[in-house]
């Protein structure tokens, strides 16, 4: 007869080493990768706040549908580049449908809308109202993606929310404020946030540069109708207003959406919205040293209210240990 011996105990695979941080705390990829995710969205926090800077100036040259169609084309140029260097090809069906929406809601629209509320009112004032855009985001995110509003986050929106308000009530006591421009500004902000929940999602089957290079290239497709525009106005704008309209192109767009996408894929819409409430301070100090708008001490007591507040919404609640006491 045949013997049937008991089955050999199959060695399990090594259980990968865990290390810890300083402070005894277990580490983790997820944990070691969010400073690279917070250094992203400073990255593009500091490049969008140039962004208001140079839309101001270039805005004196070309109408706002031609800005935006340079930027895109400039930035889809350089994003496509970099994807074939990479070999990522094109993203799954799945991932579409977000990609379509980001493309045409933030990159298109959002440019658009943005550069004309910016040729009617200071860049301060513009990205002041635009940051109303980070509450609706998180509104949004709750209601669509299913994502909690800590109190921690909600906080920090609140005290940032306050010193923008602060900032554009100083800058609007001076008469320059337009309402066509406001308007314009707040409609910026709705496609900026709901670009943004389009989006989120989205990373979960695509790359960041997968989905910022086609949001990109759907953005420049939607805004193809004012391509005349642009050949006319590149004729006969001055170098340093083309030259800060390729700068949006390349840095503002292809760099700084890659890097939101990078660090958004790694935390939710509303706390990065909230990182982009330091927006207003940095293009306030900007405008200063490039634009001679020089801020009051109120515009810069509220920059400083809308620094504190995404530091409180970035905050984490600190972990309570283990509260049993050690063994004599």
């Known amino acids: 007869m045949a013997k049937f011996s008991a089955p050999r105990a199959q060695a399990r695979p090594a259980a990968p080493a865990v290390t810890t941080d300083a402070s005894g705390t277990p580490d983790s990829p997820a944990r070691r990768a969010q400073p690279l995710a917070l250094a992203a969205a400073g990255v593009t926090v500091v490049l969008w706040a140039s962004a208001f800077v140079s839309i101001r100036s270039a805005g004196e040259a070309y109408a706002p549908g031609a800005l935006a169609l340079g930027r895109l084309l400039t930035g889809s140029l350089v994003l496509v580049a970099i994807l074939l260097i990479r070999r990522e090809g094109l993203p799954p069906r799945a991932a579409w449908p ?9 990159f298109g629209g959002y440019s658009v809308v ?5 040729q009617l009112v ?6 002041l109202v635009v940051n109303i855009a980070p509450l609706l985001m998180a509104l949004l995110a709750f209601r669509l993606l299913g994502e909690k509003l800590a109190p921690r986050l909600l906080t920090g929106m609140a005290v940032s929310f306050a010193g923008a308000v602060v900032v554009g009530l100083s800058m609007a006591g001076g008469g ?8 314009l ?5 709705v496609a900026y946030a709901g670009g943004v929940v389009a989006q989120k ?3 979960a089957y695509a790359t ?3 989905v910022t290079t086609y949001g990109a290239l759907i953005g420049a497709v939607g805004c193809l109708p004012f391509g005349w525009q642009l050949v006319q106005d590149a004729a006969h704008a001055p170098l340093s207003a083309t030259l800060n309209m390729v700068y949006l192109g390349v840095f503002p ?4 959406f890659t890097t939101w996408a990078y660090a958004l894929a790694r935390t939710t819409a509303s706390r990065m919205g909230a990182t982009t409430y330091a927006v207003p301070a940095i293009v306030v100090l900007m405008a200063w040293l490039l634009l001679d708008e020089i801020p009051g001490p109120l515009t810069l007591a509220g920059g400083v209210l809308c620094l504190a507040g995404v530091a409180v919404a970035r905050s984490r609640p600190r972990r309570v240990k283990d509260q049993l006491p050690e063994a004599a």
């Open 253 to 256: 767009t292809a760099l700084a």
């Open 208 to 210: 960041p540069l997968q």
């Open 176 to 183: 320059s404020t337009s309402v066509l421009g406001v308007l």
């Open 98 to 106: 977000g990609i379509v929406v980001s493309g045409l809601l933030w």
């Open 185 to 189: 500004c707040l409609v910026a902000a």
């Open 114 to 118: 943005l550069n004309w509320g910016e």
């Open 122 to 127: 200071d860049a301060g004032t513009a990205s």
């Open 201 to 203: 999602p989205t990373l």
